[in-house]
């Protein structure tokens, strides 16, 4: 198994041409958007909503630096607006200047304890800096405030992290009862099954989660796992098989099929796919 580099380069240098033409067509875009807006509004170019509305723009066509600054302007006539401070603590993240970041959220939720999105926003951040603990806390100040499925989601991830399977599969539960589709929690719900070993229950949530997505890479890698738990190994490597078609470079896929065909006994085959991984990250 070889990686093309030439080819990744090429397709990165085409994708960013592409890109750039997407940005300077959006940018041309932004100046008419604002005096249409500007029209509908019925407010002055100096207005402060349209720093605003420039600062929105800007960062969805990922002009953060320039957007950051016009967020700055509107803020300077109304430093406590709610809005416009949770779009700039959302420019922070994109720039991944996260302190700041965090500081914005807490001085939004001063201003507005029970806005959702920026519990939501601060609970993701702090997930994803391993502060378990603090982010649990903001899940459950979101959850005081209303039923929220992303939260019930996010404290599910936070606590099976933090081991605490059942309590994390509760969550997940709550959240399947407000949104029984609900494809992500059904995956993580089926790993904590198979954690648990509880296989029986997890086979009867990925055949639900595969009838919403049959060819999504977490339902048919778990299902991988779960015939590797009962030792159903011809079943596990078609399973795994299935993944590596949508992803040829799924290092649990290859080491589960590696594994299945160990203990089926036919070791040559086992070692080249063991081969072909060491080969890999080998040349990284």
Known sequence: MSKS????????????????????????????????????L???????ITNFLKGLLLSITGDFENALKLLDEALESNPNNAIVKYLKAHVYEHLNVIDKSLKEYDEILKINP??????LRKAEILRKLGRYEDALECYNK???????????????LVLHKLGELEEALNCLNKALEIKPDFLLALIKKAQILISLNKLSEAIITLKRASEIRPDDVGVLFNLGLV?????E???AIDAFDKVLERNPFHLGARLGKAIAYEKLGELDKALKIYDEIFSYYSNE
């Open 114 to 119: 029970f806005l959702v999105p920026a519990w």
């Open 5 to 40: 580099k030439n080819g990744n380069d090429m397709n990165n240098l085409i994708n960013q041409e592409n890109n750039n033409e997407l940005m300077s067509k959006a940018l041309n875009k932004i100046d008419e958007s604002i005096e249409v807006l500007e029209d509908i």
């Open 233 to 235: 190994f011809k079943e």
């Open 227 to 231: 015939h590797l738990r009962l030792k």
């Open 142 to 156: 979101v959850l005081e405030i209303t039923p929220n499925i992303t939260a019930f989601y996010g404290k599910a």
């Open 42 to 48: 019925k407010v002055p170019p100096d207005h402060p």
